[in-house]
């Protein structure tokens, strides 16, 4: 049996990770939205696939998405989504 089951793993982003999370996330909203699509629809299933043909190449959005590692994303949308809430 593993011995770090039972050990909490630290995990640490940099500020800079998140500035550019935050922006591929908005930049991908304001260019689904623009195009008609459903931003969140469309982030979700990118997040889930890792597929870009999600987002859109409208305003750079999808390369913007691509150059931040998806767990990134994911991690800030939760910090946005609990700073909301808590």
């Known amino acids: 049996m593993n011995q770090h089951l039972d050990k909490t793993m630290k995990f640490n982003v ?7 999370a935050q922006e591929a996330i908005l930049t991908a909203y304001h260019a689904l939205k623009e195009k008609g699509y459903n931003p969140i629809d469309q ?3 990118y997040l889930i696939s890792g597929d870009p043909a999600y987002i859109t190449s409208h ?5 913007a998405m691509r150059r931040v590692e998806r767990d990134d994303l994911i991690e800030e949308l939760v910090r946005a989504y609990l700073a909301s809430r808590v």
């Open 43 to 45: 982030i979700v299933g």
């Open 59 to 63: 305003n750079d959005a999808r390369n």
């Open 14 to 20: 940099r500020t800079e990770e998140v500035n550019l």
